[in-house]
C-alpha cells in the first residue's frame, strides 16, 4: 500500500489517511526524500484525510524544509483538516523544563520543606490544644453524637478482633514460657509473666497497631474524601470548624476506646493462657487466678491502660492530619492512608520505648 | 460513510428499583450531525447515554452505535467499538495523577501505533484542538479551572480521531463567550472531520446555535424529536417552560 509518491516538486496522497496508518505513512514519508523547497499537494486519490495524518505530513515536511506551494485535486474537506492542523500546530517548544539542580540545593530545599512540614504539623496540634480548650469551657460545643459514632467504630466493633487477637498470642507466650519454665520445674511463674507482660506491654501495644490499621486509616480516608469533594471547605463556609466537628471526637473516641480495648485485651491475653495452661502445664484455673491475684501488681495494669490513651491520641492524630492533607488526586488519597498506618505504627513503638525507659527510671 | 445511523436507541426500558426511568425510549442518530438530548433533571438523559456507551445495561430493548449491537457483542467487539467513539464525562474524569498531556497521551499509547516522534506533536494538536492553551499540557488536572478541565477531557476524547463523540453537559459551568467557542468547536469537528456528535445538555444556546437534531426526553418517552424548529413546535407543557424560561 502506498501512501505518497514524489514527482519533482509535486507530492501526490493516496489511499487513507489516518490514525490507524500513522506509523506506515509516517514511514513513507521518511523514505520519500521530501526537498527543502516549496512543493505542490495532489490529492486527487486521497480517500481520507484524519487530523492525525494531517500532522504527521505537516511534521515531516517541516522537518524537511519543505512549505505547501500549493494544493491541487486535493477536495475542500481535506484542505479544511489541513488548514485546521496548520492553524493548531506548535513549533516544538516544550512548553515547561524542570531545572536540574545540584546536591546542594537539593538538600536546602529539603531541610525547608521538612521545616515547613513540621511547621505544619505544630501548627495543626496547636489548633487541636486550642480546640480541646474551648470544649472544656463549653463541654455543649462538642459533636457528642459523632463522638457516640466514633466511639462504636472505634471501640465497640473492634472488640472481636481485639479479643480473638489477644487471646491467640495469650496462648502462645503461656506455651513460649511454659516450655521453658517447665524444665526448671517453675511452671507457675508463667502466670507471673503472661500476666504482667501482657498488661504493661503486649496487649497495648498489639491493640495500638491493630487500631492504626483499622482506625487511623479510617481517619484519613474519610477526612481525605470529605476534602476531595469539597466537604470540609463547606463545613468552613457554614462557620462549623473542621477540628471541632471532626478532628475532635475522632480524637476523643481514641483516647477512650484504646483503655477500654486494652482492657478487653488484658482479660482475652490471661484467658488465653489459662486456656493453655491446664493441659500443658497442669495449672488449674483456679489455681492461675489465684496467682494472677497475688503477682499482678495494680501498677501494671494502670501503666498499660494509661499508655494506650497517649497511642490513641497519637493514632488519631496523625490519621487526621493525613486525611487533612490530602490533594486533589486520587493518588493522594491512597499514600496518605499508607502513611497514616506507617506512620501511626513507628509512633506506637517508639512511644512504647519512650515509656519504658522512663518508667523504668521513675521505678514504676 | 455509510448512509447506516450512527446510533439506533429502539424500544429502550431502564428500571432503578420500582423506578421506570425509560418507557419504550426509540431514536435513531444519522451520521455526521450534532443531535442533542434534552430533558428535564431526572428525565434519564445521562442513564441514557451510560447505556449507550455500554456502561449500564437497560432493562429491555435494543442499542446499535455504528452498526454494533451494544447489548448484545461480546467483549471484544465492544472494546473494537470503544476505539471508535470518544466520551466527555460531565466533570471531565481526567485521570488526576497524570498531567493534561499525559491524559491525552494515554489512549495514544495503548491503542494506536503512534511513531515516538509524533507522538509529542499529536497531544500538542489535539489540546490546541480543544482550545487549550500550550501551557496547559503540563498541568495536573487539579490546578485547571472547570472550563479548562472539560477542555482537557474533549482533548483526551478526540485522541483516537472517533467517528463519533459523546458529550455530557459540555458548556455547563462553562462562561458564555468560552461555551460558545465550545460550540463552535463541535460544530468544527462535526462538519470538517464528519464527527458525529451526541450531546446532553440544558444548554438552549447551544440547542439553538449548533445542533442538528434535538430529542426530547420527558415522562420515561421521548415526547419530541426533529431538527430544533420542528421541536418548538411541539406542545408540551415541560417543552414550553423550557424555551420560554430561557426567554426565546
Keep these: 500500500m502506498s501512501y505518497c509518491r514524489l514527482d519533482g516538486t509535486t507530492l501526490s496522497l493516496s489511499g487513507q489517511w489516518n490514525l490507524a496508518h500513522i506509523a506506515d505513512i509516517d514511514a513513507e514519508l521518511g523514505a520519500a526524500g521530501l526537498p527543502a523547497s516549496p512543493i505542490r499537494l495532489d490529492g486527487a486519490r486521497l480517500q481520507g484525510l484524519d487530523t492525525a495524518a494531517a500532522l504527521a505530513l505537516l511534521v515531516r515536511l517541516g522537518r524537511a524544509g519543505a512549505t505547501i506551494a500549493g494544493l491541487s485535486g486535493v477536495n475542500s474537506s481535506h484542505a479544511r483538516v489541513l488548514d485546521a492542523v496548520r492553524e493548531r500546530m506548535d513549533d516544538g517548544a516544550p512548553g515547561v523544563r524542570r531545572r536540574n539542580r545540584g546536591p546542594l540545593a537539593a538538600l536546602g530545599i529539603a531541610a525547608v520543606k521538612f521545616g515547613w512540614k513540621l511547621h505544619c504539623h505544630l501548627e495543626f496540634l496547636g489548633r487541636c490544644v486550642a480546640a480541646l480548650g474551648e470544649v472544656a469551657r463549653h463541654p455543649s460545643r462538642l459533636r457528642w453524637k459523632e463522638l457516640a459514632a466514633q466511639l462504636q467504630h472505634v471501640c465497640l466493633e473492634a472488640i472481636p478482633v481485639v479479643a480473638l487477637v489477644t487471646f491467640l498470642i495469650g496462648m502462645v507466650l503461656a506455651y513460649l514460657f511454659g516450655m521453658q519454665a517447665e524444665k526448671y520445674g517453675a511452671s507457675i511463674f508463667v502466670v507471673d509473666a503472661v500476666a504482667i507482660g501482657a498488661t504493661r506491654e503486649i496487649a497495648p501495644l498489639l491493640v495500638a497497631v491493630i487500631m492504626a490499621g483499622r482506625s487511623g486509616s479510617a481517619f484519613t480516608a474519610q477526612l481525605g474524601t470529605m476534602r476531595l469533594t469539597e466537604e470540609i471547605d463547606a463545613l468552613r463556609t457554614l462557620g462549623l470548624s473542621p477540628m471541632q466537628v471532626l478532628v475532635l471526637p475522632r480524637l476523643l473516641a481514641s483516647v477512650f476506646a484504646l483503655p477500654m480495648l486494652v482492657f478487653v485485651g488484658d482479660v482475652a491475653t490471661l484467658a488465653g493462657a489459662m486456656a493453655i495452661s491446664d493441659p500443658l502445664l497442669d495449672i488449674s484455673p483456679l489455681t492461675f487466678i489465684g496467682r494472677v491475684d497475688s503477682q499482678l501488681a495494680f501498677r501494671h495494669v494502670a501503666v498499660g491502660l494509661a499508655k494506650a490513651s497517649i497511642f490513641g491520641a497519637a493514632i488519631a492524630l496523625i490519621g487526621c492530619r493525613a486525611g487533612l492533607t490530602v490533594r486533589r488526586d486520587a493518588h493522594s488519597i491512597g499514600m496518605k492512608t499508607t502513611s497514616t498506618v506507617v506512620q501511626g505504627i513507628v509512633w506506637v513503638i517508639l512511644l512504647d520505648a519512650l515509656f519504658a525507659v522512663l518508667l523504668q527510671e521513675l521505678g514504676i | ?248
Excluded: C
Excluded at chain 2, 430493548?61 to 476505539?83: C, F, K, P
Excluded at chain 2, 480521531?161 to 462553562?174: A, H, I, R
Excluded at chain 2, 430529542?215 to 420515561?220: I, P, S
Design chain 2, 1 to 248: 460513510m455509510s448512509a447506516a445511523a450512527a446510533i439506533e436507541v429502539d424500544a429502550v426500558v431502564t428500571r432503578f428499583g420500582t423506578q421506570k426511568v425509560h418507557d419504550g425510549v426509540s431514536f435513531s442518530v444519522p451520521r455526521g450531525q450534532i443531535v442533542a438530548v434534552i430533558g428535564g433533571s431526572g428525565s434519564g438523559k445521562s442513564v441514557l447515554l451510560r447505556e449507550i456507551i455500554g456502561l449500564m445495561r437497560p432493562a429491555a430493548g435494543r442499542i446499535s452505535v455504528l452498526g454494533t449491537d451494544v447489548l448484545r457483542a461480546t467483549e471484544e467487539e465492544l472494546t473494537a467499538l470503544r476505539r471508535r467513539f470518544g466520551m466527555m464525562f460531565q466533570d471531565g474524569a481526567l485521570f488526576s495523577s497524570l498531567t493534561v498531556a499525559q491524559n491525552v497521551a494515554t489512549p495514544l499509547i495503548e491503542q494506536a501505533r503512534v511513531p515516538a516522534h509524533l507522538l509529542g506533536p499529536l497531544v500538542r494538536l489535539r489540546i490546541a484542538l480543544a482550545g487549550l492553551p500550550p501551557e496547559a499540557a503540563a498541568k495536573m488536572p487539579s490546578e485547571l479551572s472547570g472550563g479548562m478541565r472539560k477542555r482537557a477531557a474533549v482533548a483526551r476524547a478526540l485522541a483516537l480521531e472517533p467517528e463519533l463523540l459523546f458529550l455530557d453537559e459540555p458548556t455547563s459551568g462553562l462562561d458564555p463567550v468560552t461555551a460558545r467557542a465550545f460550540d463552535q468547536l463541535l460544530r468544527f469537528l462535526a462538519d470538517e472531520l464528519g464527527l458525529t456528535i451526541f450531546v446532553v445538555t440544558h444548554d438552549l444556546d447551544t440547542l439553538l446555535g449548533i445542533v442538528d437534531r434535538a430529542v426530547v426526553l420527558a415522562g420515561g418517552t421521548v415526547i419530541a424529536d426533529g431538527t430544533v424548529k420542528d421541536v418548538m413546535r411541539v406542545d408540551h407543557p415541560w417543552l414550553r417552560s423550557y424555551f420560554a424560561n430561557h426567554g426565546t
